[in-house]
């Protein structure tokens, strides 16, 4: 008896103790890193250089360790793999970088999740991309390697142009006790407006003008609400959609790009920066959701929630992209690559024809905006990886590379270590030679040229465009589309020439956010007062709530924290 | 068994049945409308227009998820691992079971054994310190993270030992007079009789495992070694809006694919509801204690 | 007594159990100490700076702690007893079912909520509940205004409650489907002789026969009178709803969003977990005090 239960013992043991020992990646221990680069043991190719080289080829391979965000749906040829493809075939070529993954994620949530657990546990991978709370963490932790040394000698010439583009933004961005502590994306810009979008085709239908104040756009939303312009005879027609559950109601100063149905372009309208740090008439710094303009703006959303011209459900629904897609309501603010989101709504409605407005216009007929955060992604690199450099050179490599490969063999988003950077004109250049291809006035040849390298989708988009663009060329009403052509690209197109267009083409106040990152008290207060904010605003617009809980609102704020935070935003701006 | 036929009763019948149809009929309503939706057109239910049809009748989303290699083999690591935790959990849970349910004057140490289950049960450092054991075990990227970092199956290991607890004592009584030992008693005579919770921990391991996604996305390196739930919610992801690249403007096309959504749960579901009508004649009838003489 | 000799097989039998348990609970478990340090990943778990009690101190110094604290042990209160009776009365009711197909058909698709993730759940939850949803419908064909349900702060942990023991009624009540085949039959024989009606069976066979299931199933979800349902919670609340509806786990979360905030997060984990084992043990005491009966 004692015998069967000892082979029993032993039985489990021999299956629990090997998978102790058993590891299937050879890269988690941290000694192994550094023992991967024992293949290489001549001196840092760096430092043995005279004048370093932005394209420098290394001697002996390199190999780098980094975590990677995947698209899993994204198609590649036979053979290739995320860690095998034409992008990592070329760096291993041209720079003699061998890109391993430690780890990879979906992008998004997971890829978050990963990171997040990376950096909290100490396992940094030798480098990777991550967003600027993570960042920050990580260069709390004393994690991070300082690339100042990296960048200044290993920059190239156009890299460095278009960080100084952004007129010392980016590097403001990265920089920590003088350091750069990180190698930042450059975006383009757009992603921080918000247009006003609306069903031309129900204006056309109704015989009216595209709004372009609060007050035209109160008349418009209301006939759309009164008038039954999808003609299906039930009175669920919704004026304007609000945010869904969890939505933000305007662009803040810690989420200040691609709202969806948001409100800001009301806010704004009334000279209300409600989430943004602002420096008023004297100098001094303020956060905007406390000034009395804000509290009108309010009024004005709270009416019309009343008068039922705004979705009766916002705020709760699910998702507000509902109403649109099934052709329930006829406007909403959002960003410019709402192109790619109409193909639903679409479908379910082909005459759906959504048009992009600056609008509305203020008080004294100008447009007014928020701005968003200049980076949103931060290459770091842990603290003792050897070629530091190594992440410049692929950026480097990158920029200049990016325009020649195939996108038939896997899109940018497999470029390991991947920071874009986008000359900040690179839509107003795009939309300016879409306009001139279309026209006749330009060849999509000519753009085959070194002139253009910086716009690395500019070739691709004006090869594309005589297909999917059909006449007459300078109306972008839906029906003058091509779905179907060149692979659904009319997505891209449609966003640049409707929803980016209005951007390049009006006169606009700037506003931008005094910071855009977390000071010691925000981190810690923070979360409580946002909720207060939330849960007061939208109860105000919402009827829950009476207007002049706003006024309560400002001085809970303030006693919250809100005054402790204002002195600090003002200390950390001084410097 | 004797039935009782008073018109009162048949009554009393019926009502029960009504109300049981009723709970039935809610149940399977939303389970229903996300079927009809799994099948849908995926504009339609972007606009939210499916309600109790599917509307333009389609597999489009079952074709996405299964034609995929990597299907096949996240499926294939999430049975091996249910197979393999299920086996361990077993065993485990049954070897624990019995001298936990012993009483004090047999097993003196017994209390404090118990109340130290109940306090792991309450008690854990949290996801980092754990994480960083199991890595500091070297166990990421393997097939045993995920069968054995969920840790023992402690709420399903008192199951057992509540179970076993009530077991007539006469049973054990005539086995130890014919000279038997407690693995004897454990294994040829508690185990059989305590088939409907045994089924039902078992069915409640193979739920969890099959069900379980987190583990696998923060325990696995690469794609390959997903289990299937980790490497279906990740084909229907929340894309982080405040960072967005040119690729991932084309996947907000994927955002609102609800249709892909209602897919994965049905493919999840599938093989716990084959499973579960095999297991729950275990725990429905139950077996006779005929063999026990009074 | 006789059995004495056989506590050295006892200590082998619970040697595997044990093991795992101390690999992957115990070990972890010496990780609490983040509840009172500032956790700073860069130099690890033991050299981070010791707080003491800073992370306490702040949870409930913040002015929502008390409303956030309330609204946890309300709505978690509410389910523990919702989730205790519904899925009781169910399996007696089961029970009471001749035909074995239907017993068995209906027992398979109650259980099958169970597995719809809150985040789809939700979906439908708040299309059936929205403004021209079926509810409101229901609620207009008899004369009544309809309600925005969830933006009423009033309505919304019941809504949590009762959707949460609907989800789980068909997979809780397994443990006591099961339970209810170990009665053994011939008591309701002798019962059926005796001449008892259903409602003696149930009082003086059913109930008793799976009692200790039911106290035991009680007394470990006290152990869980401090997690209100993440999950459930975060997918359906909105700002409207934040006086009775946000807990303390949404609450962590926020926090943690902005800033990733180990140490409060454990904390407050340690805070819960302590609680719920307060609760347990006191109800063990308790029961083993007054009436003799000890839960586990």
């Known amino acids: 008896m004692a015998k069967r239960l000892l082979i029993f013992v032993l039985l489990i043991a021999l299956i629990v103790l090997p998978a102790c020992g058993t590891s299937n990646t050879t890269e988690n221990t941290p000694t192994n890193k550094t023992d991967q680069i024992a293949d290489n043991n001549s001196s840092n190719e760096g430092s043995s250089q005279e004048t370093p080289d932005p394209f420098g080829k290394y001697e002996e391979t390199v190999v780098i360790n980094i975590g990677k965000s995947v698209d899993p749906t994204a198609k590649l040829p036979d053979g290739d793999t995320h860690e095998n493809n034409q992008y990592t075939r070329h760096i291993k070529e041209h720079l003699n970088i061998e890109v391993r993954h430690e780890w990879e994620a979906a992008s998004g949530n997971d890829y978050n999740q990963k990171v997040n657990l990376a950096i909290a546990s100490n396992d940094l991978p030798d480098a990777m991309v991550v967003n600027n709370t993570q960042f920050r963490q990580a260069v709390r932790a004393g994690q991070l390697q300082d690339l100042t040394e990296a960048y200044d000698l290993y920059a190239s010439p156009v890299m460095r142009q278009m960080m100084d583009k952004t007129e010392g933004r980016a590097q403001e961005a990265v920089t920590f006790d003088g350091k750069m502590m990180a190698l930042p994306n450059l975006p383009v810009p757009d992603d921080g407006y918000s247009l006003m979008w609306i069903r031309k085709d129900w204006l056309d239908k109704l015989g009216l003008e595209v709004p372009m104040t609060v007050d035209e756009i109160e008349e418009v939303a209301r006939v759309f609400v009164e008038n039954d312009p999808d003609g299906n005879g039930k009175d669920d027609t919704v004026g304007i959609i609000g945010p869904q559950s969890g939505g933000l109601l305007y662009a803040n100063f810690l989420s200040s790009t691609n709202i969806t149905y948001g409100f800001g372009p009301i806010f704004t309208a009334h000279k209300a920066f409600p989430g943004f740090w602002l420096k008023d008439s004297d100098g001094k710094i303020v956060y905007g959701s406390i000034l009395p303009e804000t509290k009108e703006a309010l009024a004005k959303l709270r009416d019309w929630y009343e008068k039922g011209l705004i979705d009766k459900e916002m705020g709760i629904r699910k ?257 | ?214 583990h696998g996305l923060v325990l696995m390196a690469k794609e390959e070694r997903y289990p299937l739930q980790t490497y279906i919610q990740q084909l229907v992801v929340v894309i982080d809006t405040s960072a967005m690249t040119e690729d991932q403007y084309k996947r907000i096309s994927e955002l609102s694919n609800q249709t892909l959504n209602a897919a994965k749960v049905f493919i999840a579901m599938i093989p716990v509801l084959i499973i579960y009508p095999f297991l729950q004649r275990y725990f429905i009838h139950g077996i006779t204690l005929g063999s026990v003489k009074e | 007594m006789r059995n004495k000799k056989f506590i050295n097989h006892y200590y082998l039998m619970l040697l595997p159990g044990y093991i795992w348990l101390i690999l992957f609970s115990i070990i972890p478990m010496f990780g609490i100490v983040i509840a009172f340090k500032d956790y700073n990943p860069g130099v690890g778990i033991w050299k981070s700076e010791w707080i003491g009690l800073e992370n306490f101190k702040y949870m409930f110094l913040l ?204 904390a407050v984990g340690l805070l819960k977990s302590a609680i719920g084992f307060v609760m347990i043990t006191l109800s063990y005491y308790l029961a083993s005090k007054y009436a003799n009966y000890r839960i586990f």
């Open chain 1, 319 to 575: 998702d507000s992209s509902e109403l649109m897609s099934s052709g329930q309501a006829g406007i909403f603010f959002g960003p410019w690559w709402m192109g790619y989101a109409f193909s639903d709504a679409v479908n379910n409605n082909p005459d759906a024809n959504w048009q992009a407005y600056a609008s509305p216009l203020d008080a004294n007929g100008e447009y007014n905006t928020t701005m968003g955060a200049v980076s949103t992604e931060f290459l770091i690199v842990r603290k003792d990886y050897e070629y530091p450099e190594a992440v410049i050179k692929m950026n480097n490599l990158l920029i200049r590379d990016e325009s020649k490969f195939d996108l038939s063999k896997g899109g940018p988003g497999f470029y390991p270590l991947r920071v874009p950077m986008a000359a900040p004109d690179e839509s107003k250049v795009t939309i300016d030679a879409l306009r001139d291809v279309l026209n006749g006035n330009k060849e999509p040849e000519d753009f085959d040229d070194p002139a253009y390298a910086p716009y690395k989708l500019l070739l691709n988009d004006v090869e594309n465009v005589r297909d999917v663009k059909l006449e007459p060329y300078d109306n972008t009403d839906i029906q003058y589309w091509d779905l179907e052509a060149r692979d659904g690209a009319w997505m891209r197109l449609y966003s640049l020439l409707v929803g980016a267009a209005p951007i390049y083409e009006t006169e606009m106040n700037r506003v931008y956010s005094e910071i855009y990152y977390q000071t010691k008290t925000i981190e810690s207060r923070w979360a409580n007062l946002q909720k207060l904010e939330d849960e007061t605003f939208m109860k105000i617009i919402m009827g829950a709530a009476p207007l002049d809980e706003f006024d309560k609102f400002v001085e809970e704020w303030k006693k919250q924290g809100g005054d402790i935070i204002t002195a600090e935003v003002e200390e950390a701006v001084k410097e």
């Open chain 2, 1 to 214: 068994m004797v039935r009782d036929t008073t018109l009162s009763s048949r009554i009393a019948d019926i009502i029960i049945i009504i109300i049981l149809l009723i709970g039935a009929l809610s149940c399977i309503l939303p389970i229903w409308y996300t079927l009809c939706v799994s099948l849908s057109e995926k504009s339609a239910a972007a606009a939210g227009m499916v309600k109790l049809w599917p509307i333009g009748f389609n597999f489009n989303s079952y074709e996405q998820i299964i034609g995929d290699r990597k299907f096949f083999n996240s499926f294939w690591t999430s049975v091996k691992r249910v197979i393999l935790a299920g086996g361990i959990n077993f065993i485990v849970t049954v070897l624990m079971a019995y001298p936990l349910s012993k009483e004090k004057k047999e097993f003196p140490l017994r209390n404090v054994f118990m109340w130290i289950l109940i306090f792991c049960m309450l008690f854990n450092g949290g996801l980092i310190p754990w994480y960083i054991t199991v890595r500091s075990y070297g166990l990421i990227n393997s097939i045993w993270a995920l069968v054995l970092a969920g840790g023992l199956p402690i709420f399903n290991v008192i199951l057992v030992v509540n179970y076993f607890r009530n077991l007539p004592k006469e049973l054990e009584e005539a086995a130890l007079i014919d000279g038997a030992g407690p693995w004897y008693i454990l294994f040829k005579i508690f185990v059989p009789l305590a088939i409907p919770v045994l089924a039902t921990v078992t069915l409640f391991t193979i739920v969890n495992h099959w069900n379980e996604f987190f």
């Open chain 3, 63 to 266: 002015s929502d702690s008390k409303n956030i604290f309330i609204n946890t042990v309300f709505i978690s209160t509410m389910k523990i007893i919702g989730n205790l009776i519904v899925p009781l009365v169910f399996a007696l009711l089961l029970n009471e079912v001749r035909i074995s197909a239907l017993k068995r058909g209906i027992q398979t698709i109650v259980y099958l909520p169970h597995f719809l993730s809150w985040v789809i759940l939700s979906s439908i939850l708040l299309d059936v509940f929205s403004y021209t949803g079926p509810v409101n419908q229901l609620l207009l064909a008899f004369g009544k205004e309809p309600i925005l349900f969830f933006a009423r702060e009033d309505l919304f942990p019941w809504l949590i409650v009762f959707s949460d023991v609907w989800k789980n009624f068909g997979f809780n009540a397994i443990v006591y489907i099961s339970a209810l085949t170990s009665i053994n039959p011939s008591l309701y024989e002798s019962a059926a002789i005796d001449g008892a009606t259903r409602l003696d069976n149930l009082r003086y066979i059913t109930i008793p026969g799976i009692m200790s299931t039911i106290v035991l199933l009680g007394a470990l979800s006290l152990g869980n009178v401090l997690n209100a349902g993440f999950d459930q919670v975060f997918n359906l609340y909105n700002p409207l709803v934040y006086s009775t509806g946000d807990i303390i786990d949404t609450w962590v979360y926020r926090m943690g969003l902005l800033n990733m905030q180990y140490s409060l997060a454990t």
